[in-house]
Nanobody, 121 residues
Framework: QVQLVESGGGLVQAGGSLRLSCTASGRTFSSYRMGWFRQAPGKEREFVAAIMRNGGNTYLRGSVKGRFTISRDNAKNTVYLQMNSLKPEDTAVYYC??????????????WGQGTQVTVSS
């Protein structure tokens, strides 16, 4: 069982930055690939970013490439999402997730409760 707790969300003006953190319980964090997803009001949840177990490979959705960076610190059981040049369309609840197999854009076993990111224009 893995419990995930996100933090770092908030209200920011367009062009600003935020760093989301997601800390996992348990000793097996390094055995999971980690992902970030988001869900805007009235829209389906969508994949944002993923990072493999050792942090060597990362994946980003096209609309955030060049603006967002995903990283992890296995010693701290934490995954990060650095978000720069934020746009109003980035407004959503952001979730982190942990998975071990399957499609990195959809197959995850554990989810956090989410943190709200609001970008004002």
């Amino acid at each position: 069982q893995v419990q995930l707790v996100e933090s770092g969300g908030g209200l920011v003006q367009a062009g600003g930055s935020l760093r989301l953190s997601c800390t996992a319980s348990g000793r097996t964090f390094s055995s999971y690939r980690m992902g970030w997803f988001r869900q805007a009001p009235g829209k389906e949840r969508e994949f944002v970013a993923a990072i493999m177990r050792n942090g060597g490979n990362t994946y980003l959705r096209g609309s955030v490439k060049g603006r967002f960076t995903i990283s992890r610190d296995n010693a701290k059981n934490t995954v990060y999402l650095q978000m720069n040049s934020l746009k109003p369309e980035d407004t959503a609840v952001y979730y982190c997730a942990a998975g071990q197999a399957g499609d990195i854009r959809s197959d995850y076993d554990y989810w956090g409760q989410g943190t709200q990111v609001t970008v004002s224009s």
